[in-house]
């Protein structure tokens, strides 16, 4: 760690591209592989996993804003940028400026484009959300075939694709409200074609169903949390094998970690942080982790989860604070003063997962790393 950092993130870049071949493989060669790299590449760090997946071969990326579309863009990054979630209309001149892939579902966004792309002399790649029962961002599929052709009768606007988005994929292993999605996408979409020329790109992806469903229609696959080494959850787990599907083989590119900022011994009967909602029942060694919820260390860890020092399991003791926690090291013998204190990842044969803290916290693993503070350095190792 360098000498000035309390905590910081480390990425790994073997793990991260052992995922990104997974997925690769499961893709096939001909399907488009978007990687979302939304709220800070899942709190992993824009920057550093775009530039590594760019380099293992990963085709596009998908971001929710246009201020994250544009650091891609700074950053030299060339490859299509998709915007997934709402653009305003103040930012579609910077967003069109910057060459990005705009997902529209609203005739007033529609309209701006139009003026802004014959303005400034620019093509513009939209991709149309179709509605398919999420009830979140969309075109109810009866007024597609008109959406559409609203689009293309406006020079410099182009259909590049039409997206959609499952409601229930992840939370069950019986899959019938998807497939009634996946239904409504395909006669949505038989309508619009017979109707007028193809759409290039269609997709409905995430990281479930692109390991459940790798659907022969669909040609750009989008995949958010298993890039980083993570199941969406178990049912996803359990539906792959009761489907007899070949699990991919994952594994975890973020480890959380900090230093020890001081060492002391308190006796038995001390209280604990605030509140006094801990008190220790033995003569105690407690170290002090520089690490709080200001951080994304969520304050429901308090007297419930661990870190992990020298290979060994230590307890949160008392409240996290916003800057601030303690762990138990009394069995851990020699911790000192800067020692490393693993939040998150391996330590020896330990190891603490996001599905741990997330099951502690009341929460999911998405949540445990996209709450990681973006202000901590990301490190690639």
């Known amino acids: 760690m360098g000498g000035s950092l309390t905590e910081r993130v480390e990425i790994s870049r073997p793990a991260l591209v052992h995922n990104i071949r997974e997925f690769r493989r499961r893709i096939g060669p001909r399907k488009k592989f978007l990687a979302v790299v939304k709220a800070n590449a899942y709190g992993h760090g824009l920057l550093e996993v775009a530039r590594l997946a760019v380099g293992a071969g990963v085709d596009w990326f998908g971001v929710n804003s246009v201020d994250e579309g544009v650091g891609l863009r700074r950053a030299g990054i060339g490859v299509p940028v998709l915007v997934l979630g709402y653009t305003p209309l103040g930012a579609l001149e910077e967003a069109v400026d910057a060459d990005l892939r705009l997902t529209v579902y609203n005739r007033e966004t529609v309209a701006r484009l139009a003026g802004l792309a014959g303005r400034m002399g620019k093509t513009v790649r939209v991709h149309v959300k179709l509605e398919t029962g999420t009830w979140r961002q969309g075109v109810a ?17 182009v259909v590049e694709g039409l997206s959609s988005h499952f409601a229930n994929i992840e939370d069950t292993t019986k899959h019938d409200y998807p497939r009634r999605q996946l239904e409504t996408y395909r006669t949505a979409c038989r309508a619009l074609e017979a109707g007028g020329p193809r759409v290039p790109l269609k997709h409905m992806s995430c990281t479930a169903s692109t390991i459940l469903f790798p659907e022969p229609g669909f040609n750009l696959a989008r995949v958010g949390i298993g890039l980083y080494g993570l199941w969406p959850s178990k049912e996803t787990y359990l539906s792959c094998l009761l489907d007899r599907k070949d699990p991919l083989s994952l594994k975890p590119v973020l480890a959380w970690k900090a230093r020890i900022a001081q060492v002391k011994k308190v006796p038995a009967g001390a209280v604990i942080g605030y509140g006094g909602t801990d ?7 407690l170290a002090v982790v520089p690490v709080g919820y200001f951080d994304g260390y969520d304050r429901g860890l308090s007297n419930a989860a661990h870190v992990l020092v020298k290979g060994r399991r230590a307890p949160v003791r008392g409240r996290v604070a916003m800057d601030f926690f303690m762990a138990d090291v009394t069995d851990v013998p020699g911790a000192k003063l800067e020692d490393d204190v693993t939040l998150l990842g391996a330590d020896g044969r330990e190891r603490i997962t996001a599905e741990d803290l997330a099951s502690i916290a009341g929460t999911i693993s998405y949540e445990i790393l996209a709450r990681i503070n973006p202000l901590v350095p990301r490190v690639v190792v």
């Open 141 to 157: 599929p009866r007024d597609l075939a008109a959406f559409v052709r609203d689009i293309r009768r406006r020079p410099g606007l």
């Open 279 to 285: 008190r220790t029942t033995r003569p105690t060694v």
